[in-house]
């Protein structure tokens, strides 16, 4: 065991144990401390921090976060494992821990079907006890011969089942997908988390709107079947933005639809498609459904500036998941043309 000293931005002091070879983050986080991330995978660079004192070892040096690293020392805690008592410095400040607190478990993933050729839904069968998560939240899969973990929101919110259900895009150039998209999916699996702080609860008792790009729509669908459990949306009457590129590679449509009918039409869904401009093979299928024909972003724009901005209605938490552009341009979008409070909009960018 390794001892790492932590100091944040403000100069606030704190110190946990490592393992050797395990990521600094997922010590961290697994030992309460609110080491400051986002992704968990090397993709964002947001777990930047210094080493002052002690020895590293880089687990992932191609990782595109490490962009950021730009002095000597800086590293990201997530590819980053110590090889010797360390002393660290953080780029911001503490976060709040992660809640649930974050652990380790084995499973089995598993494909459970294919909704095109490039998405699929799988199940993950735990070996231990459950993993508690808030609907919304994410974990890190990583398997045997595959370097680093991937992240994958839950598209369910069964915490009392040891069984996740992700929903996953396959990469063209991803090593992790092409793994798992040959063939039966049959992968013994290591998952961490949970991670992510674009959660909700029925208890706060506010209306919401999603925007939802691609894969983006996992979270929101745990989001939402949470709220239909409980009946949320009776008084409070929400709207989803679910963006992609084209009719013919829809998905996901059929558990939309029935989501409407579920809540009597108290959640609207609105499906935006980039790429064309009419759909009329899906239109007639799913009348529950509204369509639309543009980027996402701009769609659910134009709805928040001409309904939800003139409403006298309580205003809305918004969410947002899809991939970093999306992510961009809506948050864009809400925050700079829609006047939109930072601290209203919730979301996670792990792509």
Not at 118 to 124: A, E, I, P, R, S
Not at 183 to 194: I, M, R, S
């Amino acid at each position: 065991m390794m001892l790492v000293e932590v100091v944040d931005r403000k100069g606030e002091r704190t110190a946990f144990t490592a393992e050797p070879g395990q990521r600094l983050l997922h010590a961290g986080l697994m030992k309460g401390i609110g080491l400051p991330h986002e992704c968990g995978t090397g993709t964002c660079g947001n777990c930047k921090a210094s080493v002052v004192t002690g020895m590293v070892s880089n687990l992932w040096p191609q990782a595109p976060g490490t962009k950021v690293c730009r002095r000597s020392g800086e590293v990201l805690l997530c590819q980053t494992a110590a090889t010797s008592p360390l002393q660290v410095k953080l780029s911001s400040a503490f976060l709040a821990p992660c809640q649930p607190p974050c652990a380790t478990r084995s499973g089995r993933l598993t494909l459970k079907r294919m909704l095109t050729p490039d998405v699929g839904l799988f199940d993950v069968s735990l070996n231990e006890s459950p993993i508690k998560y808030q609907p919304g939240q994410f974990v890190l899969l990583s398997i045997p011969g595959v370097e680093g973990p991937r992240a994958y929101s839950m598209i369910s919110h069964e915490p009392n089942e040891a069984r996740l259900s992700l929903l996953i895009r396959r990469s063209q150039d991803g090593m992790f997908t092409s793994r798992i998209f040959e063939g039966e999916c049959d992968e013994d699996v290591e998952v961490f988390g949970p991670l992510g702080r674009a959660t909700f609860t029925t208890s706060e008792q506010r209306p919401f709107i999603a925007v939802a790009g691609g894969s983006g729509i996992a979270g929101m669908m745990a989001i939402i079947r949470h709220a239909l459990a409980d009946g949320h949306f009776d008084g409070y009457p929400s709207h989803l933005f679910f963006g992609l590129r084209h009719p013919d590679a829809s998905y996901l449509l059929d558990e939309l639809s029935e989501f409407v009918e579920r809540s009597s039409g108290k959640l609207q869904v609105t499906v935006a498609f980039s790429d064309a401009l009419s759909a009329e093979s899906v239109t007639s299928r799913y009348p529950a459904l509204g369509f639309s024909f543009g980027p996402v972003h701009e769609v659910a724009r134009d709805y928040v500036r001409g309904v939800v901005k003139a409403s006298d209605v309580q205003k809305p938490l918004f969410f947002v998941g899809g991939p970093p552009p999306m992510v961009d341009a809506t948050m864009r979008a809400l925050i700079t043309e829609c006047k939109i409070s930072p601290t209203e909009i919730r979301y996670d960018r792990f792509g």
